[in-house]
């Protein structure tokens, strides 16, 4: 009630809602969990904030516990509701995935309207992985007070990180931190944006005992993460008799080592399924390439797998990327943490300097010499193309003790080219005929396949009449012509005739 009779500050007048608090604590306890609390106080201003914040969400995993979840609502004419996890909503649904272990928690609020004032507060407790805590301040709406606590035991060193923010004081104990921040601005929703994540202030908190700690680990650095995903994937990549008799079937009669590869890698890109199966760890963890060579499905990590061990077949020599498909999310500046990651690929050693000479896709990384980093899941970028979410983004090599954050180059702009051209006549009457022919490449193709290569007729040519409306009034499609759709080598080529009136 106290927070509900708070005079706000001036805020712009297109301002959905405010966050009056946004906290959060985490208790590193004795047992080695770690207990991790929120509360949030939200005031609704315009109805449009009304939808995106009447819900709480959380999730159960194989190291996560929701012990609480509590909503209030206070309504302006004075009604009150609250709710607590027993009218909460589970589901473990998720899209390409088959089975998924995580279940998650949804909190609902039916009664919310303009000038509401929300609150939430949750609990849950965690069997860590890495011994780390992550707070993300900075939110849609504007913040007007930040405040973040850890609790840690006497023998461990908490280090703390600021994520596209500016360095901020805090204030330290014995046993304790504590961070406070006020007026903290919303992320501005603009066109073309970076992803939320990738530009919204962060605090990255982790914590080094001195002790072998019950659960979860301190990576000191890069290498460190790359050493412990390398032992985690290690068994999962070894080919079995199967998996060599497939990879000597695949390369039957080619005698080039580069179709070789290329030969594998677009057997798993177009014959391997995109099904995701995570149990437990098996949201870090690969499964076994044999066993994926027998579903003939998985996820990123299973087709990296996969590549790696019919790669082993040939006797070259390959690398785990683990990666970000939202670029910059991971900068080449970014503190070292397991949260930054979703997506995994992989570098294939090449054995020259000739080899895929002047692909966009290759790199050279000293210690190791050329590696081309291939997308096994995107079957529309072939090896030695580098698809877009990649393009000038960062991932952690996981090569050993040659481990490190590696920057991916990008395409050069020739290689992103859209030509277009066109012959019009337009006649006395008004009738305009139009012959258009389009060449798309790189990126454009990328895209062009994403949307279309899978569509109906009648989708493709709903998408073109789409595009010619935003054009042309009145107008008829003649006809129309997409090639190399699926051919991911080539330039994807589209011819059409049009006539508009008037």
Known sequence: MELSERALPALAPETEAVYLLHEQKLVYSSSGHLIRYGRQAIKILRKEGIEPLKFLVRANTFNTRVRKMNAWVVNPDGSKQSYNINSAISTSLAPDTLYW?????????????????????????????SLEDLFVFQQRFPVLQAVYQAEYPKDCQPWVGWINWPESPLTSGARSLTVQLADIPAIKDEPLKPSDEAIAGRLLVRFRPETTPRYGQFFSDWKDMGLWYEQLSRERRQPDERVRVKAAELVSGLTDLRLQIEKLATFVQQEIRYVSIQIGI???????????????????????????????????DFYYLIVNIDRQVVKENSPVSLFWFNYAILAIKLPDDKMFEGAEAVVLVPGLGRLLIFDPTMPHSPPGRLPFYLQKNNGLLVAGEHSRLL????????????????????????????????????????????????????ERRKDLEDFLARSVGSFSLENYEYRNLDEPEKDVELKYDFRARS
């Open 101 to 129: 272990d995580v279940k998650t928690v949804f909190l609902y609020l039916s009664e919310v309207t303009q000038g509401s004032l929300i609150g939430y507060e949750w609990e849950e407790e965690i069997k860590p992985l």
């Open 282 to 316: 098996g949201g870090y963890q690969p499964h076994a390439a044999p066993e994926i060579l027998a579903n003939r499905y998985g996820d990123c990590k299973d087709k990296a797998t996969l590549l790696a061990a019919l790669l082993s077949y040939l006797n070259v």
């Open 407 to 458: 920057p991916f180059p990008s395409s050069t702009p020739e290689r992103l080219e859209l030509r277009c051209r066109g012959q019009f006549v337009l006649s006395a009457d008004g009738l305009l005929k139009g012959s258009v022919s389009e060449t798309l490449s790189g990126f454009q193709a990328e895209g062009a396949r994403l949307k279309l290569r899978d569509a109906t007729e009648s």
